[in-house]
């Protein structure tokens, strides 16, 4: 006896869907237009953001908030550089190395134990002469105050010149700060010739943080690379949080509302997850994903400052100093919050790494090197190669049983057409985020998934021709056992 499920077979499936798999592979291997790596990253930071009130919670809950950034911006480059003021030598960027030793005996004096500097110095300038005191201050910071400063290596420590080596050998450990071939991932270590595995900034700023006495229980990161099916180069995935609340109000920037169980908070999370949070009617931005003050907060003295520094202990803290200037143009784009300076970058996989530890989250996949047999150096990606047609094949067959379970209880009712598209549309969705949550449970992010819910469209043709499928093997059915049948969802009757 007939059944609907006859044409359900794998290869059956490839036969009548051969055009769109091809159309498929198409689209993600050659790219065009760049369509393919532009949509895969709108989905990727679309589920970014919605699982960043998650990720914030989480964060706070397991007292992995311990980073604060210190931001240099013009506004307190004039203000701390005037002449009623006197805190900087230097009234523009760069600041003199002078500057650099009054901000880091400030946070020092604040009550910060790991400082990190996400700025890079190449080599000593000739006509500052401070460049002496700064490296005889931070060798006594380090020695007899416990003071640990993890200081920027830029991409390469090679690209330091000699004159600035005895600045970097008074830093506690140097990290890099730019890279390449690692995506939108966040890299752990680096392989450079002659100086062997070379952590990135955050990195180096967590080891050394927790060799400290008074740290937070830390993970080892030498067993991340024990995890099976990474592509390489290896990196981490970067969960990011929601505009923090504890922010200086030198930023003017606007914060999530703090009852996060209210409607506010539930339409702030709609809007972040829509991608709408940029500038709000007044001009305000949302405010960055964490705590952050500025240089002119550092010198602030009572009663007109922000509680910032006040309101928690600082010592378990961490505080990473970048630069917002314009003339930097050191800014990315996140998933959250728009146009962010570069510091936030590391500050953000700092706090990745003191929630997770080595079970950071680390995107999935399998990956064949034609080297290995002889041949020109090519990665193929079989992870994507052999997911395509099983996830289609996998939604299809869900596609069909439900359509079968309707016929087979006489659920006869009219169907809209456009209903019947939108009932296609949210399975195939649905589907595909439950798989996504799946492997978020085991901390990985599946890449190659979201290039595959980048082919949607191709997903919707597929179930459509599917369906006119299932429907002409019911009506070979019912012309065999010469029965009148309401042929199809959403048509009339055939007579």
């Given amino acids: 006896m007939q059944t609907l499920h006859a044409g359900t077979s794998l290869a059956g499936m490839i036969r009548r869907h051969w055009a769109l798999l091809v159309v498929g592979y198409f689209l993600v291997f050659a790219d065009p237009f760049g369509i393919s790596s532009r949509s895969t990253q709108a989905i990727s930071d679309g589920f970014d953001r919605l699982f960043s009130p998650f990720y914030d919670q989480a964060v706070t809950t397991s007292g992995a908030d311990l980073v604060d950034v210190i931001l240099i911006d013009d506004a307190s480059i004039r203000r701390l550089s005037h002449e009623e003021n006197g ?57 007899h105050t416990g003071l640990v400063l993890v200081m920027s290596a830029g991409e390469h420590p090679g690209h330091l010149e000699p004159s600035i080596q005895p600045l970097i050998a008074a830093a506690s450990d140097i990290g890099l700060v730019g890279w390449s071939g690692y995506g939108s991932h966040y890299p752990i270590r680096r392989a450079l010739p002659e100086y062997g595995e070379v952590p990135t900034l955050a990195v180096a700023g967590y080891e050394i943080y927790c060799q400290q006495p ?11 690379a024990e995890a099976w099916m990474v592509p390489r180069p290896p990196g981490m995935h970067l969960s990011w949080g929601m505009p923090a609340q504890r922010i200086t109000s030198t930023l003017d920037c606007r914060t999530t509302p703090e009852n996060n169980g209210g409607f506010s908070s539930l339409w702030h999370w709609a809007r972040n997850i829509l991608r709408a949070e940029s500038v709000s009617n007044n001009g305000a931005k949302p405010c960055p994903p964490v705590p952050t003050a500025t240089l002119r907060d550092v010198f602030c003295l009572a009663p007109n400052c922000d509680d910032f520094f006040t309101e928690m202990p600082l010592h378990n803290r961490i505080a990473i100093v970048g630069v917002s200037l314009p003339s930097a143009r050191d800014l990315f784009n996140p998933p959250i919050a728009g146009q962010l300076p570069g510091v936030y970058l590391h500050a953000e996989a700092l706090r990745n790494l003191l929630h997770y530890g080595a079970d950071y989250l680390k995107p999935i996949g399998v990956e064949w090197n034609l080297a290995g047999i002889g041949l020109p150096g090519w990665t193929i990606p079989v992870d994507l190669l052999l997911s395509w047609p099983l996830i289609l094949f996998l939604i299809l067959m869900l596609a069909r049983w ?35 949550s799946v492997l978020l449970l085991f901390h990985r992010t599946p890449g190659f998934l979201a290039e595959l819910i980048g082919l949607t469209p191709l997903l919707l043709i597929a179930v459509r021709k599917e369906r006119k ?3 002409n093997e019911r009506k070979a059915m019912a012309l065999a056992a010469c029965t009148a049948v309401q042929f199809g969802l959403g048509r009339g009757s055939v007579h």
């Fill in 402 to 436: 439900v359509l079968a379970w309707r016929w087979r209880d006489e659920r006869r009712a009219e169907w809209p057409e456009l209903a019947v598209e939108l009932a296609e549309l949210i399975i195939i969705v649905l589907s595909l985020c439950v798989l996504y």
């Fill in 87 to 143: 805190y900087l030598s230097a009234n523009d960027w760069p600041l003199a190395y002078s500057d650099h030793l009054v901000l880091i005996d400030a946070l020092r004096r604040l009550g910060y134990g790991t400082i990190i500097l996400d700025i890079t110095f190449y080599r000593a300038r000739q006509l500052d002469d401070s460049f002496p005191l700064l490296v005889a201050r931070l060798q006594y910071f380090r020695e």
């Fill in 214 to 224: 008074r740290s937070r229980p830390c993970g080892d990161l030498s067993k991340a």
């Fill in 469 to 471: 499928e299932m429907e």
